[in-house]
């Protein structure tokens, strides 16, 4: 089963918010959420770590599963350096607005349809905005295409505007 490492105390205050919306619509993919310690103690050697949105170990959200030496993937869209975490496969594009662009993208490669419901399709389109600063910055047509795509899949444009009004 898929689970995604989520410790609270470090979430910043969107991102909290963002979570509790979530358990307020008692959203099915609150089951998938894990601690880094639960984690920890699930881990074996099948385990599979995918890391998004950096290649930095210095700021993964849970360090510790690093020291695990899992098989890992990192999907990420900034430049990578000479500290960057190796993934057995790493889909790393620089040229991407945002990982989730990438991730929409490589949803494109499943035998299956990949079901997005209209509050996740407004997660991801929050990243897509806080990534391009409004669609102001590093865009080109696939950013609009992910938009447009998350847009048929329901995310609410006014309710992450609600979201990222501060800072």
Same mark, same amino acid.
């Given at each position: 089963?898929?689970? &995604?490492?989520? +410790? ?6 969107? *991102? ?10 008692? $959203? ?12 920890? !103690?699930?881990? @074996? ?6 890391? %998004?949105? *950096?290649? !930095? ?7 510790? /599963? ?10 990420? $869209? $900034?430049?990578? @350096? ?8 790493? $889909? #790393? ?10 991730? &929409? ?8 349809? #990949? ?7 407004? #997660? /991801? ?5 806080? +990534?391009?600063?409004?669609? *102001?910055?590093?865009? !080109? ?18 309710? %992450?505007? *609600? ?5």
């Amino acid at each position: 089963s898929p689970y &995604m490492i989520v +410790d609270l105390d470090k979430l910043d205050p969107t *991102t909290l918010y963002v979570y509790n919306l979530l358990k307020q619509n008692n $959203h099915s993919i609150l089951k998938h959420f894990i601690t880094t310690t639960e984690a920890l !103690n699930k881990a @074996n050697k099948d385990s599979l770590l995918v890391i %998004v949105d *950096t290649q !930095n170990p210095y700021i993964v959200h849970s360090k510790e /599963m690093l020291s695990l030496n899992l098989k890992t993937i990192v999907v990420d $869209h $900034h430049r990578g @350096n000479e500290t960057s975490i190796q993934g057995e496969l790493s $889909h #790393i594009d620089p040229a991407a607005s945002s990982t989730v662009e990438l991730l &929409m993208e490589l949803s494109n490669f499943f035998s299956r349809e #990949i079901q997005v419901d209209p509050l996740e399709a407004s #997660i /991801m389109y929050g990243g897509l905005v806080v +990534d391009t600063n409004l669609f *102001t910055y590093r865009t !080109n047509g696939r950013t609009f295409e992910v938009a447009s795509k998350l847009k048929d899949y329901g995310a609410d444009t006014i309710l %992450v505007k *609600t979201w990222l009004r501060n800072d």
